[in-house]
């Protein structure tokens, strides 16, 4: 499942063209369409179909290219919080903490380069759904907090608390999101502008 609308596809298109420098002609190419359809899917006008809506979600596909991605990869991986990395876009896994790895009862290695939002439980998909209504898609958007609850799937074990997803810019323009596992006492210290998307049950 792809976790983007259509109208979220068309504005993550949008912004990455601006912070990477591409031309609306050249996505056109890449997708297989006009110039004048991929303006209308910024727009909102229009919604790919979802051949075209995969072509643009590799476009979009986030990867830790440069030194300071790598460096971030690095931390994330010796980490003793429970964190991992997905592209914000396509939700693909691109790094994770040895606590998440516990967490998840099955290497990170198995995962790496593939689609998580799978295994998102009801809340993260709520929360999901309200991320333009909470400003995430602004230059200044906020981190997003939400309760989890617990998911036993047979590939990802999930445990319920308290999580946190800031938005983390990489070298290739593209957008991360960084999930992080906290305690109610270090949201006012760690995130004080978080604004909660999924209540405690």
Same mark, same amino acid.
């Given at each position: 499942? @792809?976790?983007?609308?259509?109208?979220?596809?068309?504005?993550?298109?949008?912004?990455?063209?601006?912070?990477? *420098?591409?031309?609306?002609?050249?996505?056109?190419?890449?997708?297989?369409?006009?110039?004048?359809?991929?303006?209308?899917?910024? /727009?909102? !006008? &229009?919604?790919? %179909? #979802? +051949?075209?809506?995969?072509? @643009?979600?590799?476009?979009?596909?986030?990867?830790?290219?440069?030194?300071?991605?790598?460096?971030?990869?690095?931390?994330?991986? /010796?980490?003793?919080? /429970?964190?991992?990395?997905?592209?914000?876009?396509?939700?693909?896994? $691109?790094?994770?903490?040895? *606590?998440?790895?516990? =967490?998840?009862? &099955? #290497?990170?290695? %198995?995962?790496?380069?593939?689609?998580?939002?799978?295994?998102?439980? +009801?809340? @993260?998909?709520?929360?999901? =759904?309200?991320?333009? +209504?909470?400003?995430?898609?602004?230059?200044?958007? #906020?981190? !997003?907090?939400?309760?989890?609850?617990?998911? =036993?799937? #047979?590939?990802?074990?999930?445990?319920?608390?308290?999580?946190?997803?800031?938005?983390?810019?990489?070298?290739?323009?593209?957008?991360?999101?960084?999930?992080?596992? $906290?305690? /109610?006492?270090? !949201?006012?210290?760690?995130?004080?502008?978080?604004?909660?998307? !999924?209540?405690?049950?």
């Amino acid at each position: 499942m @792809i976790p983007l609308g259509p109208g979220r596809i068309g504005r993550a298109l949008r912004r990455l063209r601006r912070l990477s *420098g591409i031309k609306q002609s050249h996505v056109a190419e890449l997708a297989g369409v006009t110039q004048a359809t991929v303006s209308r899917w910024e /727009s909102g !006008v &229009h919604a790919p %179909d #979802p +051949d075209q809506a995969e072509r @643009i979600l590799r476009i979009l596909e986030a990867r830790l290219d440069g030194n300071a991605d790598r460096a971030l990869k690095r931390l994330i991986e /010796s980490s003793g919080r /429970s964190v991992h990395l997905v592209c914000d876009a396509t939700h693909t896994l $691109l790094a994770a903490s040895p *606590g998440r790895e516990t =967490e998840w009862l &099955h #290497p990170v290695g %198995d995962y790496l380069g593939r689609r998580m939002f799978r295994f998102a439980t +009801d809340e @993260i998909r709520r929360a999901e =759904e309200q991320l333009v +209504d909470l400003g995430w898609f602004e230059p200044t958007g #906020p981190p !997003v907090l939400l309760w989890n609850s617990l998911n =036993e799937l #047979p590939e990802i074990r999930m445990l319920p608390g308290l999580m946190v997803w800031e938005r983390v810019r990489l070298a290739d323009g593209g957008m991360a999101r960084l999930c992080s596992k $906290l305690t /109610s006492d270090e !949201v006012p210290v760690l995130v004080p502008d978080a604004v909660m998307a !999924v209540a405690e049950p």
